[in-house]
């Protein structure tokens, strides 16, 4: 993966009022969406195709404000008014906006936006964002770049207009890692690979010729860590994305697999096994110094950071069954937070810091859920014959996960649902998908 610069920057001449992340429910006085857990109506809003300023941005024009649409909606909060309803158009950036005419067409919010294209290859992205009903500008940014990032661009103005109108922070210019799998379910193929959060530029980090499993992004987004066969014992390695060197983490050929960093980088947590049991342990990466954090005769896996690096939260059986747990980081006692009905597993905590993900198993069918880091408030969000591997977007709104369908031409493909559980979607990938990582927002 190449590193991407990509500037932001204040265009004075037309910037009215800067993004700012507003608490909710202050919806009374500035055109938002408040987000509660009741059904939400799509805030309706017109995204005209972005102006080209010069020769060569045509082909980028209509492509910038589809994607920018295109993230608005995956969202579940907004709905785009179908062009052919446009009264007005767009042909000049700088011309005064005919607000009547979106008006009439109930239009409450209007993207305009505008590509130009340097002989460099340099591209400049400019969009503002309107109240239409209160006739006024709320945001306007440019965002420069390589044209080969126009889809970066793409979704960092509709971070932009997501964040002014939902007051919360953002998650389109993200990644993800995951399994891409191939072929029949008996021999099915596995490679490493990395997209853009909606399915876009996948690229390819191993072959198939080793199975690969559990891949996790590093707090920079420039690592990933994930279990492999290579050396045919399933072993935790650490590849850098750009390079794609690697190595592994233990080098006394444990058998070592389901990592996770910590919210610094330095360490990852991960189990070991050793004969019917495994345990927790803490690994840093630079010095080499494994550190065991779990004593006992149960299997404990699938460990998770919380974000302030304090806690962990691990699947165990240690009281019979498949259940989750919450121990400081260090180690330690550890508390049993899932009393519902069935098994739990896969625990991941919430960037946000307030809540914990999860796999639920019960008669018959798995659910992704999600609980309060106390185990309280507890909500299914999904159910099938198979859902699991649940991962947070950066603002720990979305979650992400794998379903697989039934019988011998089964197969797992990627999703992702709101944390209300209302917005559920599928993530199209060129091959099937399953182990999704979610990286952090993208610099």
């Known amino acids: 993966m190449m590193k991407i610069l990509l500037k932001l920057m204040a265009v004075m001449a037309f910037l009215t009022t800067p993004v700012v992340v507003e608490a909710q429910g202050d919806c009374a006085n500035r055109l938002c969406i408040e987000l509660l857990d009741g059904v939400i109506e799509p805030m309706p809003i017109a995204v005209p195709a972005f102006v080209a300023e010069n020769a060569g941005a045509e082909a980028f024009a209509t492509q910038l404000s589809e994607v920018v649409a295109s993230d608005l909606v995956g969202s579940g909060l907004f709905r785009i008014i179908d062009p052919a309803a446009y009264i007005g158009s767009v042909t000049n950036f700088n011309a005064p906006v005919a607000f009547p005419d979106w008006k009439a067409i109930n239009a409450q919010a209007l993207i305009t936006g505008a590509v130009s294209l340097a002989e460099n290859n340099q591209m400049v992205v400019k969009f503002r964002l309107f109240d239409v009903f209160g006739q006024e500008t709320l945001v306007g940014l440019q965002f420069a770049a390589s044209s080969q990032s126009w889809r970066r661009m793409s979704h960092k103005v509709a971070d932009q207009v997501y964040a002014r109108l939902t007051g919360e922070d953002p998650y389109f210019d993200s990644r993800v890692v995951y399994i891409a799998e191939e072929g029949p379910k008996n021999d099915r193929k596995k490679r490493l690979a990395v997209m853009d959060y909606d399915g876009a530029n996948v690229r390819y980090l191993t072959d198939d010729a080793d199975i690969v499993l559990a891949p996790r992004f590093s707090p920079n987004a420039r690592e990933i860590i994930y279990t492999s066969y290579e050396t045919g014992v399933p072993q935790v390695f650490l590849m850098n994305v750009d390079t794609l060197s690697r190595r592994v983490l233990d080098s006394e050929r444990n058998m070592t697999f389901a990592p996770r960093f910590s919210p610094d980088g330095r ?27 779990t004593n006992t005769s149960a299997i404990d896996t699938a460990p998770s950071f919380s974000p302030d690096g304090n806690s962990i939260v691990f699947e165990s059986d240690r009281g019979g069954g498949q259940q989750i747990y919450v121990m400081p980081a260090t180690g330690g006692p550890a508390q049993r937070i899932s009393f519902g009905t069935g098994r739990y597993g896969t625990p991941v905590w919430s960037p946000r810091g307030d809540k914990i993900a999860f796999t639920n198993i019960s008669k018959g069918r798995f659910h992704i859920g999600v609980m309060g880091t106390d185990g309280s408030q507890e909500k299914l969000l999904t159910g099938s014959f198979l859902d699991e591997g649940p991962t947070w977007s950066p603002n720990g709104r979305v979650i992400m996960f794998f379903r697989e369908t039934q019988g011998s031409g089964g197969a797992p493909s990627l999703h992702s649902v709101d944390i209300t559980g209302q917005f559920l979607k599928k993530v199209t990938t060129p091959t099937f998908g399953s182990d999704p990582a979610w990286s952090k927002l993208l610099e």
């Open 267 to 293: 360490k990852v947590v991960m189990s070991l096994s050793n004969g019917a049991k495994s345990d927790l342990y803490s690994f840093d990466i630079g010095t080499g110094q494994k550190v065991q954090l």
